[in-house]
Nanobody, 129 residues
Framework: QVQLVESGGGSVQSGGSLTLSCAAS????????MTWLRRPPGKGFEWVAS???????SYGDVVGGRFTMSRDNAKNTLYLQLDHLRPEDTAMYYC???????????????????????WGQGTQVTVSS
């Protein structure tokens, strides 16, 4: 069974840090483009970052040099390090997998929900001022 499970969210003050994890089962995430998306309350999805099967990573404008995406192939787990958090980073954070396309196409379709093969259930990040 293909499954993605996020964890690591929580409540922090502005300027704080969190590390989100996304554990994959039923497939090898290094064979896919893996993406972090977020959905702030009352808003649509925002693209945070994506990493290709070869390890190339691209970040969305919302990151502003504050977040770092990484992958541990041995643990089949994806990570998102969130530093210098701001109240506007408050959102549900999701990891998702895209297969069957090159990295450039995956980036172009980064906000098309139908372009993803699998989604996690999300983990909530709340940043207070």
């Amino acid at each position: 069974q293909v499954q993605l499970v996020e964890s690591g969210g929580g409540s922090v003050q502005s300027g704080g840090s969190l590390t989100l994890s996304c554990a994959a089962s039923g497939f090898t995430l290094s064979n896919y483009t893996m993406t972090w998306l977020r959905r702030p309350p009352g808003k649509g999805f925002e693209w945070v970052a994506s990493t290709s099967s070869s390890g190339v990573t691209s970040y969305g404008d919302v990151v502003g040099g504050r977040f770092t995406m990484s992958r541990d192939n041995a643990k089949n787990t994806l990570y998102l390090q969130l530093d210098h958090l701001r109240p506007e980073d408050t959102a549900m954070y999701y990891c998702a997998a895209q297969g069957g396309m090159c990295f450039a196409e995956a980036i172009r379709k980064r906000l098309q929900q139908a372009a993803f093969d699998s989604w996690g259930q999300g983990t909530q990040v709340t940043v207070s001022s």
